[in-house]
């Protein structure tokens, strides 16, 4: 008897054994599983719930880490706080940093780290601002030079000459002198940015808005309309696509 229980012990305590070999890691997958559906969803509150708690189980895992960086990005949208997008903007940014600190060759990673950066720069000194500004081209080129093919990079980087190249020349002067130098941005590397974007994905609208945003700054009116047009028919997949929208009918307004 004591040898059969004994005997049927051991059988449990292999069991357990292999299926903790083959099945530790579940428990995070299935977490981010149900991570993933809030986030296609653009529910970052519903997503943290699941993706925090698949950090705790799994704290070196870089994708995970990217995914709670951006639903804090997008938790930034969803507030009016500017105290709070602050703190969310700082969590996002360490979550990012920690990614890239685990997976220095990740694309991915490096990408984070700009929108980070290019989403802090509105709540920020002028000073802070320049030093934004010169992370978001640091870190987009970094994340294009790991993969040429990152069409989300490309778009970072387009508006990052876009919105630098609206300083005008005088603004930026006068930011360089008091806070160091900007590299430099133009428009038509803003155009050829956006253009490298589209080319990997076609039916991204913000890509076409902005791209039309840019002729429209160029003085290019038909290619600006033609660009914001087809961007506006396209369906909204990202977090800011309602707001680079919304800037896109503003500037389709004033081309009319």
């Not at 902005?210 to 990202?238: F, H």
Request: contains cysteine; charged residues 30%; glycine residues 6%.
């Amino acid at each position: 008897m004591k040898t059969t229980i004994a005997f049927k012990s051991s059988i449990l305590a292999l069991s357990f054994i292999l299926s903790c070999g083959t099945g530790c890691g579940a428990p995070a997958e299935e977490l981010v599983k149900q991570g993933d559906v809030q986030d296609l969803k653009l529910n970052p509150t519903e997503a943290l719930k699941f993706y925090l708690p698949a950090e705790k189980l799994e704290p070196r895992n870089a994708g995970i880490l990217l995914r709670i960086a951006r639903q804090y990005r997008h938790q930034m949208a969803d507030t009016s706080c500017v105290n709070e997008k602050i703190r969310l903007s700082g969590l996002a940014l360490a979550y990012a940093e920690r990614a890239a600190v685990l997976a220095p060759k990740d694309s991915e990673a490096h990408l984070s780290i700009a929108i980070c950066n290019a989403k802090a720069i509105e709540l920020q000194g002028n000073r802070e601002k320049i030093n934004a500004l010169r992370q978001v081209k640091t870190f987009a080129d970094r994340a294009i030079s790991l993969d040429s093919d990152n069409d989300l990079a490309w778009y970072v980087l387009g508006r990052w000459h876009q919105r630098v190249a609206d300083m005008g020349g005088l603004k930026r002067k006068i930011a360089e002198m008091a806070y160091g130098d900007l590299p430099r941005a133009t428009n038509d590397d803003a155009v050829r940015c956006f253009r490298k974007a589209i080319s990997l994905k076609s039916n991204r609208s913000v890509y076409y808005v902005d791209l039309g945003i840019t002729y429209a700054s160029m003085g290019n009116k038909d290619d600006a309309k033609k660009c914001i047009e087809k961007g506006l028919t396209l369906p909204s997949t990202g977090k800011d696509d309602p707001e680079t929208k919304r800037r896109g009918k503003e500037t389709l307004n004033a081309l009319n």
